[in-house]
């Protein structure tokens, strides 16, 4: 199963998303795109960017990082 959150951000779109591991754990990833863009070359895609315990958690930390690194490249 995997869980997904989508919010805007600075012109893009920050699609959160985890899932469940064989171990119980959850993957982090992301999928990032440019509002204002349909094309690939505005997309773009982390995948196991880190792994949690809850859902919760990974879903935030994809949230954080992504809001992050829109930040860092303006």
Do not use: C, P
């Amino acid at each position: 199963m995997q869980n997904k959150q989508i919010q805007q951000y600075n012109g893009y779109a920050v699609q959160s998303s985890a899932h469940r591991l064989r171990d119980g754990s959850f993957s982090s990833n992301l999928l990032l795109e440019r509002i204002d863009r349909t094309r690939v070359e505005g997309r773009y895609w982390f995948y196991s960017l880190e792994y949690f315990r809850s859902e919760e958690e990974a879903l935030l930390h994809s949230t954080q990082w992504g809001r992050n690194w829109v930040d860092a490249r303006g």
